[in-house]
């Protein structure tokens, strides 16, 4: 394969970073980060199968300070992937090319993903009567 | 054959019977995605600081256990799907892609059915 020593494929180091280039390289790193967070998941899920004491364990990790700061991470890769996996599809139908809606919609997903996190944990502390 | 460019070697070969089929169940299983996530992402808060109880409550409800057990098949098959084109777009040596492939491969099945059994097994009351 590699028998001719040709960049092959998305090569970071040469390309200058503006908006769409950020956004494409955070859209592919908070999917790698969403299928590690399907570990959490899976455990939260396993937990709640196998019992009260693994469900205890899991909400001990949960609600400590690691736990916290890894569910945020993995609330804002869920939100910025969905925000601008829908701008992709748009994409795929031939809509929102022009230069100046891609950089526009890439705008939109940057304020809604952080616009959803927040919302997202104000809500989560309001529901633990935290607020 | 070395002189050759990946293009050369392929031309005359035929169809690889693969076509769009991996770009298509991509984006389909992301359409199903938005609505389930968007679910999943509402009800996740809603269960925040849930003891053990309330969350089997909270499952055993067909409609939960169900859109759970898509979330979760829809969710997986999309990660299978995209850690494939990372792997393949930068893992350039090839035993460590087809390594790589292979660990993406056997773990999104074995984490994926492993959390629908566990939501099945929830939903069926243990």
């Not at chain 1, 599809?89 to 891609?102: C, M, N, Y």
């Not at chain 2, 777009?89 to 773990?107: R, S």
């Amino acid at each position: 394969m590699a028998d001719v020593n040709r960049p092959l494929s998305p090569h970071l180091q040469v390309y200058r970073p503006q908006i769409t280039s950020i956004l494409s390289v955070i859209h592919r790193g908070t999917g790698v980060v969403l299928g590690i967070g399907t570990l959490l998941l899976a455990w939260w899920l396993i937990a709640a199968a196998s019992g009260p004491e693994a469900y205890a364990q899991f909400n001990w990790f949960i609600s400590g300070w690691i736990g916290r700061l890894v569910l945020l991470g993995f609330t804002y890769s869920l939100f910025y992937h969905l925000c601008n996996g829908i701008r992709h599809l748009f994409w795929d139908i031939g809509a929102g090319f022009e230069l100046a809606s891609v950089s526009a919609t890439g705008w939109v997903v940057v304020i809604f993903s952080l616009g959803l996190t927040g919302l997202a944990w104000i809500a989560g502390y309001y529901m633990r009567g935290a607020l | 054959m070395s002189m050759q460019s990946p293009l050369g070697r392929v031309r005359g070969l035929g169809s690889a019977k693969n076509g769009t089929h991996h770009w298509w169940h991509q984006r389909l299983t992301a359409l199903a995605l938005i609505p389930l996530t968007l679910w999943f992402a509402i009800s996740i808060v809603a269960m925040t600081g849930a003891s053990h109880s309330a969350m089997l409550d909270w499952m055993n409800s067909p409609i939960v256990a169900g859109l759970m057990v898509l979330l979760l098949a829809a969710g997986f098959y999309h990660l299978k799907l995209g850690m494939q084109v990372v792997i393949e777009d930068y893992v350039h040596v090839e035993w460590q892609k087809i390594t790589a492939l292979i660990i993406v491969q056997f773990g999104c099945w074995a984490l994926g059915l492993a959390s629908i059994m566990a939501v099945v097994w929830v939903w069926t009351g243990g």
